[in-house]
T-cell receptor
Framework: DSGVTQTPKHLITATGQRVTLRCSPR?????VYWYQQSLDQGLQFLIQ???????AKGNILERFSAQQFPDLHSELNLSSLELGDSALYFC????????????FGPGTRLTVT | AQTVTQSQPEMSVQEAETVTLSCTYD???????LFWYKQPPSRQMILVIR????KQQNATENRFSVNFQKAAKSFSLKISDSQLGDAAMYFC???????????????WGLGTSLAVNP
């Protein structure tokens, strides 16, 4: 157990809908990263937050957004969902925004039908 | 841009034997970190071992060790005395040592699925 929690574990929804994925980092970690793992593209970095502020942005679609709250938990919002958004979404955390080790949560499996 | 390549989509090993998983990467940077992560059927991404590029000594964690060849840009993982619980997808990942912008992200290979035969 890495200490990073993600909810829900599974999510099934229809195209065009909006969902919110939640992540709580390890105790003491200030930085949160979101990754998408799909069958055809492997693991892709989406976005990073550090102590409430966006630090880095990767291949995140405009339909997706994220934020980190004062209690350091983070939410990833996915809207206007498409079939291709079906994937495993991971959250990882690290002590600081520059720490080279990232610890991963169990992931949220999103299925868009 | 940095890339990570794992050329073996699938591997298998007999229980108690040794197996080596390959990883190559491309970068113009001189300082970086390399990682091996394990993803068992539970989907949890577990850090197995890490290597700092500035260290010449190969990292070791119990039955897991790496062969880091900086000039060849190669970073293989050796699993000794393989156990049934080692069966998983293994990912090689790269992180720049630069701490600005997107340099903090992990760049991943596509993974190697390891089966352990009893």
């Amino acid at each position: 157990d890495s200490g990073v929690t993600q909810t829900p574990k599974h999510l099934i929804t229809a195209t065009g809908q909006r969902v919110t994925l939640r992540c709580s980092p390890r105790s003491g970690d200030l930085s949160v990263y979101w990754y998408q793992q799909s069958l055809d593209q492997g693991l892709q970095f989406l976005i990073q937050y550090y102590n409430g502020e966006e630090r880095a942005k990767g291949n995140i679609l405009e339909r997706f957004s994220a934020q980190q709250f004062p209690d350091l938990h983070s939410e990833l919002n996915l809207s206007s969902l498409e079939l291709g958004d079906s994937a495993l979404y991971f959250c990882a955390s690290s002590v600081t925004g520059n720490s080279h080790e990232q610890y991963f949560g169990p992931g949220t499996r999103l299925t868009v039908t | 841009a940095q890339t990570v390549t794992q050329s073996q989509p699938e591997m298998s090993v007999q229980e108690a034997e040794t197996v080596t998983l390959s990883c190559t990467y491309d970068t113009s940077e001189s300082d970086y970190y390399l990682f091996w992560y394990k993803q068992p059927p539970s989907r949890q991404m577990i850090l197995v071992i890490r290597q700092e590029a500035y260290k010449q000594q190969n990292a070791t964690e119990n039955r897991f060790s790496v062969n880091f060849q900086k000039a060849a840009k190669s970073f293989s993982l050796k699993i000794s005395d393989s156990q049934l619980g080692d069966a998983a997808m293994y990912f090689c990942a790269y992180r720049s040592a630069l701490n600005a912008g997107n340099n903090r992200k992990l760049i991943w290979g596509l993974g190697t699925s390891l089966a352990v035969n009893p």
